[in-house]
C-alpha cells in the first residue's frame, strides 16, 4: 500500500507528495527508477503487452486527458482513464488478431527526458518525464509530444504503476485513435 492516506482509485494520484524529497542524480534510487521507465518503453515500443502489463500493480489508474491537462475526469471525456480490469481488458483486445485498427500493428519508438524523481517515505514514488513518440503505420507518420507522470510503489518483486497520466500537448486537436500504448 502507498504510504499515506492516498486514495489510489482517483486521479489525485498524480498530485505532489505532501511529504516528498527531490532524489537526485547519482543516487541508486535514480538510476533505478530511470532504469523502469527505459524498460516500460522498450515494452510499448515491443508492443509486448502482457509484460508491460505486468509491471501494473492491481489497483493502477492509467489516465490520458483530453483537452487540458487537469481537468476532472469525473466530468470530462479523457481519452483514457482506465482502472486496472479496463487496462488489462485494452491489452486483451490489442492482442486480438481481429483488431483491424492494428493491421498492419504500429511501428513505434520513443524518448524519454527531462526525468524528475520525488519521493515520500521508502516505497513512494512521484516521477515525471517528457516523451516523443513517433508511430508509423500504414505508410503514415505520427509524431505526439508529451509528458508523462508515474506513481510509483515499491513491492517484493520490485517497482510497480499504481497510476499513469499521459498528456499529449496537441490533446486539444483532432489526432488518430490511440490504439497503442502511450
Not at 75 to 83: D, G, Q, R
Not at 99 to 114: A, D, E, F, T, V
Not at 152 to 170: A, F, M, N, Q, T
Request: charged fraction near 25%.
Amino acid at each position: 500500500m502507498v504510504e499515506g492516506a492516498v486514495n489510489l482509485s482517483d486521479a489525485s494520484i498524480f498530485s505532489d507528495l505532501a511529504s516528498g524529497r527531490p532524489i537526485r542524480q547519482p543516487s541508486e534510487l535514480f538510476g533505478e527508477v530511470e532504469a523502469f521507465l527505459y524498460f516500460e518503453a522498450a515494452l510499448m515500443d515491443q508492443n509486448a503487452y502482457d509484460d508491460w502489463l505486468s509491471l501494473w500493480h492491481p489497483s493502477g489508474l492509467y489516465w490520458i486527458p483530453s483537452n487540458s491537462e487537469d481537468l476532472d475526469p469525473d466530468k470530462c471525456v479523457s481519452i483514457i482513464f482506465e482502472h486496472y480490469d479496463g487496462i488489462a481488458d485494452r491489452i486483451f483486445r490489442l492482442k486480438d488478431k481481429r483488431m483491424h485498427s492494428q493491421s498492419p500493428k504500429s511501428r513505434l519508438i520513443r524518448m524519454i527526458s527531462n526525468l524528475t524523481v520525488v519521493a515520500s517515505g521508502s516505497s513512494d514514488l512521484l516521477v515525471r518525464s517528457n516523451f516523443i513518440l513517433g508511430e508509423m503505420r500504414g505508410g503514415q507518420l505520427q509524431t505526439l509530444f508529451g509528458r508523462a507522470t508515474h506513481r510509483l510503489i515499491r513491492e517484493s518483486d520490485g517497482l510497480k504503476i499504481v497510476g499513469k497520466k499521459v498528456y499529449l500537448i496537441g490533446n486539444n486537436a483532432p489526432m488518430r485513435n490511440v490504439t497503442f500504448l502511450l
